[in-house]
């Protein structure tokens, strides 16, 4: 830490030296960072928890059904953008996990050493995540609504009514999906924190 004029320490460190951010010298009170990182434990946490558990209800939804003698078995494979949406939810799940983890020894140890490159590895993957997994749910969220009401234009039938029971767990993991996204649109607001903060005035910086 460079000192000031006053003697004081202001608690600016160029880009390449590590920042901690707790004690007198932080960029925030001891008290509010930790808030800040528990915080981020558990959103990163519930995050990977609803995307295993959307990713579960898809993996595991279908439904058979016959027809005139004929059985027809419904799976989530059948429509490529539930499919797309398993594997943005078990990409975030893994992604969460990791970086809850992280967080998780950041609390345990009571501060942690964050430089700048590193701040911009978290904040952009931080913010890849979260666009990844809604441009997921926002599909899914289409051809959901296709099944459940169909589309005259072009003569699509809906077929939640055949198929009740899938087209009900299918929604639940699309719900949960949603829920892990917006988590995840939340991870990337406090990494952006994170980040800018290193960038804050202070005084006798130049």
Known sequence: MRQGGGGGTDGVSPGNVPVCYYGSAGRVPAALERRL????VFMRCAA???A????????ADRQTRVFFSVERVARYTDMQSLVFLVIANGIAACYSLLQGARCLVSVLTGGVLLSRPMAWAIFSCDQV???FTISAVAVAMEAALIGKYGTT???W???CHLYKRFCAQAGGGVACA???SLNLVGISLVSAFNLF???GSGKGRK
Do not use: P
């Not at 990182?37 to 981020?40: D, F, L, P, S, T």
């Open 48 to 50: 990977c928890g609803l």
């Open 157 to 159: 039938m809906k077929t």
């Open 129 to 131: 995540m979260a666009y």
């Open 178 to 180: 949603i829920a892990a």
């Open 52 to 59: 295993v558990l959307a990713a579960a209800l898809l993996g």
């Open 153 to 155: 234009q072009f003569q």
């Open 37 to 40: 990182r528990a915080a981020e």
């Open 197 to 199: 903060r290193l960038y």
